[in-house]
């Protein structure tokens, strides 16, 4: 049964902005292509950060809200895990 999820990757503020919606796009095939997930909404977000992350002050947010399996959250985490323009990622289950 599908479940309701948001992802929000923070991604480093190095890229360009063709970059940046390059891998927007990457990220959403990912989600998309993952098990007939079905992409809801996506956007996103340039900020400044409270406190340091991976050495960087600033970067974009990207969000997505989308349907899918339990195990396809698993799927993505795999894909990304070694992406260093990926700053850091976060899945929230929506009821």
């Known amino acids: 049964m599908d479940k309701n999820y948001e992802a929000i990757f923070i991604v480093s503020s190095k890229l360009s902005e063709n970059d940046t919606k390059a891998l ?8 998309e292509s993952n098990q007939g997930v079905k992409m809801l909404d996506s956007s996103t977000e340039a ?3 409270a406190y340091h992350i991976k050495k960087e002050t600033k970067g974009s947010y990207l969000k997505y809200k989308f349907t ?14 070694h992406r260093e323009e ?3 990622s976060t899945f929230i289950k929506k009821e």
């Open 47 to 49: 900020r400044q950060f």
């Open 86 to 88: 990926i700053l850091r």
């Open 24 to 31: 927007t796009e990457e990220l959403k095939s990912l989600i």
């Open 68 to 81: 899918a399996p339990p195990e396809t959250i698993q799927n993505i985490k795999e894909a990304i895990k």
